[in-house]
């Protein structure tokens, strides 16, 4: 097939992140793949493959495109004769104004991404805003895929037939992200986290549990992958050797760090089973993280442990079960590995998505 994707790529999300993947996993099963972006990187693409569109960034994460991006997106694809657009609604403009063309598109397929927020705050007045701007679009492309089957009735309720949707989760590279073969003992637990700095990932939770946490503990460490608004805090609380800031890093250098560590920390507010949670339970590690959304449903008691949003007594109650215990953190890992192997490949992954192109360019040509 010929395949085109509108999408943001290599930014230090999860969300460029499965952009990143499904790009790579389509060509590796052989398909000429076309990418409409703003990106400056686009990694696994010659340059004539890719297209790109001016945009503002108003952060890492969010952007206001080129008005022209759809009607040059919908050009280029006439011209290639693009068998499928597949649009990562992944926070850029582009994606609400592509469906004004649908009748000059090929049949197209949306990834919808976003996330939804949990208890009051800033951050969910503005995910709703963004829900309601996503999910108008979302109705109007021919195929949608979802990322978290708790996102379906959201969506059916908006009018969009269940008959359309397509839940592919998150899938990891299995052979990158593995555990060592064998996992250091020096008497110090090591957390570790990875992602935004930010509020909605539950950052200043962690920070405040940990540090309770290492004072009846001195033999714990903290170690914090990402950049974000939060890095001032963390600089101010860098004092000593027990809390290290790696700041952001190239993705495939992640699982050397994970492969030290003992568990995995994310106390977010908004989403639920994120990529760097898979990719931690992938190398074998036990996960801390909040009970909302996929991780009430997948993550089970005796692969990690869930604790309410916005609570550090309870982020606090789970170091000190995973501090005590090698052996429940060693069988957690195994068992968290052992799921991502059976499913959540990106090779299952990305055959789920091939089918759902294929149902897409069918239906089109009803």
Request: proline content about 4%; overall charge neutral; aromatic content about 8%.
């Amino acid at each position: 097939m010929k395949i085109g994707i509108v999408s943001k790529f290599g930014a230090p999300d999860g969300l460029c992140i499965r952009a990143d993947s499904v790009l790579k996993g389509l060509v590796k099963r052989g398909h000429e793949v076309h990418a409409f972006t703003h990106s400056k990187n686009v990694e696994g693409l010659p340059d004539e493959q890719i297209h790109r569109f001016r945009a503002v960034w108003l952060n890492p994460h969010y952007s206001v495109d080129s008005l022209s991006s759809s009607k040059s997106i919908t050009r280029i694809c006439k011209e290639l004769a693009i068998d499928v657009l597949h649009i990562q609604m992944n926070s850029g403009t582009t994606e609400m104004f592509l469906p004004f063309y649908s009748h000059l598109l090929p049949p197209t397929t949306a990834t919808f991404h976003l996330a939804y927020a949990e208890g009051r705050s800033f951050y969910r007045s503005i995910f709703a805003i963004a829900w309601r701007g996503s999910l108008y679009s979302a109705r109007k492309y021919d195929e949608i895929i979802l990322v978290d089957p708790s996102q379906k009735h959201y969506i059916t309720e908006y009018g969009v037939p269940e008959d359309r949707l397509s839940v592919i989760r998150n899938g990891v590279d299995a052979e990158l992200f593995s555990p060592p073969s064998k996992r250091r003992d020096d008497g110090i637990i090591d957390f570790v986290y990875v992602g935004r700095l930010s509020y909605d990932k539950g950052v200043n939770i962690l920070l405040d549990a940990f540090g309770q946490y290492h004072q009846e503990n001195p033999d714990s460490r903290l170690t914090l992958i990402g950049d974000g608004m939060l890095k001032s805090q963390i600089e101010d609380t860098v004092d000593d050797d027990s809390i290290t800031w790696i700041g952001k890093i190239e993705h495939d250098k992640i699982p050397d760090v994970l492969k030290r560590m003992d568990a995995f920390v994310i106390p977010q507010n908004i989403g639920g089973l994120g990529l760097s949670v898979m990719e931690a339970m992938s190398c074998g590690l036990p996960v801390i993280t909040t009970a909302i959304g996929e991780t009430v449903r997948l993550l089970s008691k005796d692969e990690g442990i869930l604790v309410r949003p916005h609570s550090v007594p309870d982020v606090v109650d789970a170091m000190r079960l995973l501090g005590d215990d090698s052996n429940l953190r060693l069988s957690m890992g195994r068992k968290c590995r052992k799921k991502v192997e059976d499913q959540y490949s990106w090779k299952n992954q990305i055959h789920q998505i091939e089918e759902v192109y294929e149902r897409a360019i069918a239906n089109k040509k009803r």
